[in-house]
């Protein structure tokens, strides 16, 4: 498996970047391989429980001027369920999901704006204030 590049987000606040190659929406626990790391010594265990969301990245630096588009542009053709969620410390984001359920652990976003830095996201529910559709 290819490793992927993720930023980890935790409901504390906390942030995490680097490299995983053992992430499974259905595992509680993954391990990132830090973002400078050596290779060596590096590895830390992350659980799904404490964080807000695994954002997975075109790059670690993204835009800070990059305003990430909440609405569909013309001519988008979403695939799955067009949704607003609100995590419970204020950051809105839109996007489609074909796997929603309240009474799941966790789902996957996958943001409308084709230019965002997130590929996709995986959002933690406990982490969530609301969730609707749009």
Do not use: W
């Not at 970047?17 to 929406?25: D, I, L, R, S, V």
């Amino acid at each position: 498996m290819e490793p992927s590049k993720i930023v980890a987000r935790y409901q504390n606040g906390k942030i995490l970047k680097g490299y995983t190659q053992n992430f499974f929406p259905n595992k509680p626990i993954f391990h990132l391989n830090l973002l400078g790391a050596s290779g060596s010594g590096d590895l830390v265990e992350v659980n799904l429980e404490d964080l807000k969301a695994v954002f997975f990245v075109r790059d670690f630096t993204g835009n800070a001027k990059h305003v990430e588009r909440k609405q569909l542009a013309p001519g988008d053709r979403p695939q799955g369920r067009l949704m607003e969620v609100t995590c419970k410390d204020g950051e809105v984001m839109v996007g489609t999901t074909t796997g929603y359920d309240p009474k799941r652990p966790a789902f996957f976003l996958f943001p409308i704006d084709q230019s965002s830095n997130n590929v996709r996201v995986f959002m933690v529910t406990s982490a969530v204030r609301t969730a609707r559709f749009l």
